[in-house]
């Protein structure tokens, strides 16, 4: 009886044992998994931030070169021929007066045009002036087209890293463009303001208005709004109604900004 009770004695310390052994080898395997999955995620976050910045750097780049063709190609063969337009004396032609006037005032709208559209891709400007100065540059473009009467309410600055002012301010050029296109409108108004470290911009006008739902998979640009909002942490919300007007309200959080700029 007594080498009965030692083996049995036994068996139970080698049970506990192993049994011990199993616990602890599952405990170090969930703290090797979680240091694994931590390691993960910040790998994949430095990636996602590395691949945001490639991708911006590479479509500046792309705009960049896309505005110095429009101005010293196009805008230099327009302005060539306003000079040729302007050297033709008005006397000899008098039934082609009106004409050649005509043509003229469309060759100098075209410059204009190209300079805008040059000036609106290139960003160098933006991230110089800042968010609040651009936007009024912005306003003040669409005012001077007298299709629609533009107001811009905002603080004097705003604190934005360099990328999340590019993405930003091209959202905004991207809903400004679809509302000169589509719209309607004959007033047009951009608040931008900060509460509670949230800057919330919000664009509406009193134009014609759209089915959300029906154009979300439409060419415009609601998808790539919502994408943009998405690359610097902000949520962006469309709400519009046929003939009631539009209005697009993003908000973004400021606390990452900080270390965004660094």
């Known amino acids: 009886m007594p080498q009965a009770s030692a083996d049995y004695s036994l068996i139970i310390v080698w049970t506990t044992l192993i049994f011990l052994f199993l616990v602890a080898g599952i405990i170090v395997f969930i703290l090797l998994y ?18 945001l910045q490639a991708q911006i750097e590479i479509k500046e780049q792309t705009l960049r070169h896309v505005a110095r063709e429009l101005h010293d190609t196009l805008g230099q063969t327009a302005s060539l021929i306003k000079i040729y337009l302007n050297t033709i004396p008005p006397n000899k032609i008098p039934k082609s007066n009106q004409k050649i006037k005509e043509t003229t005032d469309l060759v100098k709208q075209l410059i204009l045009d190209i300079k805008s559209i040059s000036w609106g891709l290139v960003n160098h400007s933006v991230t110089q002036l800042g968010l609040v100065k651009s936007l009024e540059q912005e306003v003040e473009r669409i005012n001077k087209l007298e299709q629609m009467k533009a107001v811009l309410q905002a603080p004097e600055t705003v604190p934005l890293s360099h990328d999340t002012l590019i993405i930003l301010f091209r959202m905004v050029q991207e809903v400004l463009n679809n509302t000169l296109k589509h719209s309607k409108a004959s007033s047009l108004t951009l608040t931008l303001a900060i509460k509670k470290n949230i800057l919330t911009l919000v664009i509406t006008d009193n134009g014609v208005g759209f089915d959300v739902r029906a154009l979300a998979g439409s060419g415009m640009g609601l998808a790539n709004l919502q994408s943009r909002a998405k690359q610097i942490q902000a949520t962006c919300v469309i709400q519009s109604i046929p003939h009631t007007g539009t209005s697009i309200s993003i908000e973004l959080p400021l606390e990452n900004e900080a270390s965004r700029a660094d």
């Not at 979680?34 to 691949?51: D, G, P, T």
């Open 34 to 51: 979680q240091n694994k999955h931590r390691e993960y995620l910040i790998q994949k976050n430095s990636f996602q931030e590395n691949l």
